[in-house]
């Protein structure tokens, strides 16, 4: 069922054998599948069915470092979005930030989780089989394409053989028709559910513990409009993103000084995004002509492909990863008379004749201690901290970045891919605008002298608590965390069904 806190009465109590916090890819797959086998849910949502801009403004920041992008509705870049949506990157609103997401999916590859001796804070103390069963029964239940079969497909091989003679790589990304929106998919579940209470309008302020201050006990809600509701549990699960986590981590300070599961101050540390350059434009080679067909963005849904250096280059030379994409622009009439007049060959796929390529450039970030988000001195609507975001990089990242760009460059004219134009502005940390990635603020460790969750997302010194989001990537090298995010929520899931047994329904 789905109930507004309106419809609630003056401080409410509820009680759900798991309490989830967020509807989007990961709260809404998590609480589903809990209450389809048997587990008492509440899931809470600061948002309610429909935008509300005062809802919203509780997303606001204070930016001390590089700043996001904000809402544009005259943006070109969101245009299959709503005016009031364009370039918003964190969504209150049931369905959470799927609202306004494209639909790519693509796994993190097997080296992703290695620890790189040449980057700083590297490496997953889980490995990519860990992951492996929960990224293939996703991509099997929502619909996907098979990604495996399709590293394997002979014009992906030769691709890839041809690539690899030049010292880049290719991996290949599922591009659905409709991206995921989990109001869509999950919402008449959720209302049909007798297992699954969703309350709507309830922004988390603060979490209780027990005495001990090893359980959280309770989650604290409020409305903009004055109501109240108190959440027990006995599981809580944070399945927001990397800023809403950590916030209210930090903000649940009466009990444990600094914040729960912030005792060696690493809530909010090692933030990371992947920075993004979208207006360069790569004219055609040879084999950008023979794999034209490859490249396509349409129709959808379908698998594109994204470029890199190879690992051995990344290794001689202490890269990051950087990633390329490539997306068809095509033919007007005069640009195709003019290309006739040159003697030009045409570059050709299922969509007509190509002008160029527009490059998108996206780069991998270092994690470091001192990017990171805390708790400011200014207040929002519901008198909640709001949080300072200091993100910044370092040395590393602006050698990495521009001696991949070279490298990128003569290797993609080496392999007849083509050559860049960058026009006036080449991507640089100034000139590129975050991805709406948000990740690492309670990273994921083996120990908690070096992250905040464990190998099962648990946060350390509690025993019931986890976190469900990107904001436990440790790195994130390759672009388009949400298919992790799902599998991690998968798998935490799974966790949880075999830890906590059935009981009876939900009590008001």
């Known amino acids: 069922m789905i109930t507004d806190i309106l419809e609630l009465g003056e401080q409410t109590k509820l009680r759900g054998q798991v309490v989830v916090l967020g509807s989007g890819i990961a709260g809404a797959e998590l609480a589903t599948h809990l209450a389809r086998n048997g587990r008492e849910v509440v899931l809470i949502e600061s948002g309610r069915d429909r935008f509300d801009p005062s809802i919203q403004a509780l997303n606001d920041v204070v930016f001390l470092g590089k700043r996001h992008r904000e809402l544009d509705p005259d943006s070109y870049y969101h245009r299959y979005l709503p005016p009031e949506l364009r370039g918003v990157s964190r969504l209150r609103q049931f369905g959470g930030t799927s609202n306004v997401w494209t639909g790519k999916w693509k796994y993190l590859q097997p080296l992703d989780f290695e620890g790189r001796a040449w980057v700083e804070n590297s490496g997953w103390p889980i490995r990519f089989d860990d992951l492996l069963e929960h990224y293939r029964s996703a991509a099997k239940d929502y619909g996907f394409g098979d990604l495996e079969a399709e590293a394997i497909r002979p014009e992906i091989t030769a691709l890839r053989s041809k690539l690899a003679a030049n010292g880049l790589k290719m991996s290949s990304f599922y591009w659905e028709q409709t991206p995921t929106r989990t109001a869509i998919r999950f919402g008449d579940e959720m209302r049909r559910s007798k297992n699954l209470h969703v309350i709507l309008g309830a922004t988390a302020t603060e979490l209780k513990l027990d005495d001990a201050c090893q359980r959280v006990t309770a989650v604290h809600c ?38 729960i599961g912030n005792q060696h101050e690493l809530v909010g540390r090692f933030y990371t995004d992947h920075p993004k350059h979208h207006t360069g434009t790569l004219q055609p080679g040879s084999l950008a002509r023979q794999y034209a067909h490859e490249l396509q963005y349409a129709p959808k849904p379908r698998f ?12 001689e030379h202490r ?24 003697g030009r060959p045409a570059c050709r796929d299922g969509n007509g004749a190509i002008a160029s390529y527009r490059v998108k450039f996206v780069t991998e970030q270092v994690p470091h201690t001192q990017s990171r988000i805390q708790l400011g001195t200014e207040y929002d609507a519901l008198g909640q901290r709001k949080l300072e975001v200091n993100w910044c990089f370092t040395q590393h990242d602006e050698r990495s970045l521009e001696k991949t760009l070279h490298l990128l460059t003569q290797r993609f004219a080496e392999a007849g891919l083509g050559t860049f134009d960058f026009g006036d502005e080449p991507p640089s940390l100034e000139n590129m605008t975050d991805a709406a990635h948000q990740m690492g603020t309670t990273r994921m460790a083996c120990r908690p002298e070096e992250g905040v969750v464990d190998i099962n997302c648990r946060v350390f010194g509690t025993e019931n608590l986890y976190v469900a989001s990107s904001a436990v990537f440790p790195t994130g090298p390759s672009y388009s965390p949400t298919f992790t995010i799902l599998a991690l929520a998968r798998r935490l899931g799974q966790h949880i069904l075999q830890t906590t047994p059935i009981t009876t329904q939900i009590c008001v």
């Open 304 to 315: 594109c492909i994204c470029f890199a250096l190879d690992d051995a280059t990344q290794q």
């Open 222 to 259: 409020r409305s903009l409009e004055g109501r109240e509701l108190t959440v027990e549990g006995d599981i809580v699960i944070l399945a927001t993103g990397a800023f809403e986590a950590a916030r209210l981590l930090l903000a649940s300070d009466r009990q444990i000084p600094g914040g």
């Open 319 to 342: 890269l990051l990863e950087h990633v390329l994409y490539l997306k068809p622009i095509y033919e007007k009439p005069m640009e195709r008379v003019w290309r006739t007049l040159q």
